[in-house]
């Protein structure tokens, strides 16, 4: 059973670029999250997809966006980059939407210059 | 607002002993608690979670603790070993949001020899 990875480990970007975040989920896991964390906090929700549909999403504005795939691999797109958009990106698959434990990936460090 | 509250940055406990660490929340629909370990360069991994219709959970060395009227949640690592020096995160749900984490600023723990 292989677990969540996600690609790649670390991206540098220059202000105004667009960026994707790949993200395969667990086996069995229909439901992909992804978090922000910037240096010093705990990760923040972007959104969550749950078979191919978004299902819920944080206070994260419109350039950000996602993709999930039919066999649960998922996308996070980040347009017009700005300079706080640099933090650890974090993928966590759950093998449901509702109270259950997630399982993260090692993350994307994106720095944008 | 910071709905998912660790007030302690860090902890340092000596090897052996008991490491109980602390997280409050405001959200009273948060019925799903949960706390991951996180190395450096590495994403969060699960360690355990607790429900809102019990008070405890064991899985080996750690307990955690939860005291709904308080709105506080401990988790407890006995015996303590080195190898449990990370980061801490507390995070929370809620069924009307699906799996949506809410996390913690997280605790720094060092376990000394």
């Known amino acids: 059973e292989t677990g969540v990875t996600q690609s790649p480990t670390h991206l540098i970007k220059t202000r105004g670029q667009q960026v994707t975040l790949r993200c395969s989920s667990q086996?069995?896991?229909?439901?992909v999250s992804w978090y922000q964390q910037a240096l010093g906090q705990g990760p923040q929700f972007i959104f969550q997809y749950y078979r191919e549909e978004e299902n819920g999403r944080g206070n994260f504005p419109p350039r950000f966006s996602g993709l999930q795939f039919p066999n649960y691999s998922s996308e996070l797109n980040v347009n017009a980059l700005e300079l706080d958009d640099s933090a650890l990106y974090l993928c966590?698959?759950?093998?449901?939407?509702?109270?259950?434990?997630?399982?993260f990936g090692q993350g994307t460090r994106l720095t944008v210059v | 607002d910071q709905q998912v509250k660790q007030n302690s940055p860090s902890l340092s406990v000596q090897e052996g002993r008991i490491s109980i660490l602390n997280c409050d929340y405001t959200?009273?629909?948060?019925?799903?608690f949960l706390w991951y370990k996180k190395y450096p360069a590495e994403g969060p991994t699960f360690l355990i979670s607790?429900?809102?219709?019990?008070d405890k959970n064991e899985d080996g060395r750690f307990t955690v603790f939860l005291n709904k009227s308080a709105k506080h949640l401990s988790l407890h690592i006995v015996p303590s070993q080195p190898g449990d020096s990370a980061v801490y995160f507390c995070?929370?749900?809620?069924?009307?949001?699906?799996?949506?984490?809410?996390f913690g600023t997280g605790t720094r723990l060092q376990v000394t020899l």
């Open positions: 086996s069995g896991h229909n439901t």
């Open positions: 995070a929370a749900s809620a069924f009307s949001t699906a799996s949506k984490l809410t």
């Open positions: 607790i429900s809102s219709i019990k």
């Open positions: 966590a698959s759950s093998p449901g939407q509702v109270n259950t434990e997630a399982f």
């Open positions: 959200n009273s629909m948060f019925d799903y």
